[in-house]
């Protein structure tokens, strides 16, 4: 069955360091993958998206993220994290069913960031 | 930008009452999608329509019932509220395979 594991529910990072949140996938086919961001008391709002082509794909905020085939991975990557970085993630693969499509969303991770 | 409202935005229910959850979206999407978030879950998809007239079983439908009258509008209902559904609603927007736009969630609290 489709699904979506972020194997990591919480992760704290200190300022101006680097930051990997590890998304692994299970999807029969080519999936469309996204990630979204929670800040907090708000709605999720959209990160990035990987539609099939280029493996390593730029969000907003400087977040990018990878896709690997090989590894059923969709890992997001920040070179260096911002205190308002401060939220959670989700990591969501889209399945097409009837001509539409929903989003799988994974558990989250919770991203601390310590000064 | 695509605007997702979400009414109301706090509910307190009694335990077998009727609660109607809103979402209003003013961006023209085909798709809307209702969802709850609970620590240790994530998002789970409850309820999701084509377009007006239609509603869609989720994953986790049970206990809760969907319509979407017109393009803008999609409600949840639940007909006889438990304390198993106090959760945090999510309503969202979007075309096939394409960005959701989420409202700001409607915390909801059955006693």
């Known amino acids: 069955a489709q699904s979506v594991t972020q194997p990591d529910a919480r992760v704290t990072v200190s300022e101006g360091a680097s930051l990997q949140l590890r998304c692994k996938y299970s999807y029969f086919g080519t999936p469309y993958l996204f990630w979204y961001v929670q800040y907090p008391r708000q709605g999720l709002q959209l990160l990035l998206k990987y539609y099939p082509g280029d493996p390593v794909v730029q969000g907003v905020n400087g977040f990018e993220a990878e896709f690997s085939k090989s590894n059923s991975s969709f890992h997001l990557r920040k070179a260096s994290v911002h205190w308002s970085d401060w939220a959670v993630y989700f990591c969501a693969v889209s399945m097409n069913q009837g001509g539409s499509a929903k989003l799988i969303f994974g558990e989250g991770t919770k991203l601390t960031v310590s000064s | 930008e695509a605007a997702v409202t979400q009414s109301p935005r706090n509910k307190v229910a009694v335990t077998g009452g009727k609660v109607t959850l809103s979402c209003n979206q003013t961006?023209?999407?085909?798709?809307m999608y209702w969802y709850r978030q609970d620590t240790g879950h994530g998002l789970r998809l409850i309820h999701y329509?084509?377009?007006?007239?239609?509603?869609e079983k989720g994953d986790i439908p049970d206990g809760y019932k969907a319509s979407r009258p017109s393009q803008e509008n999609f409600s949840l209902i639940l007909e006889l509220a438990t304390p198993s559904q106090t959760s945090v609603y999510f309503c969202a927007s979007g075309w096939s395979q394409n960005t959701l736009y989420f409202g700001a969630g409607t915390r909801l609290s059955v006693l």
């Open positions: 329509s084509y377009g007006a007239g239609s509603t």
């Open positions: 961006n023209n999407h085909n798709n």
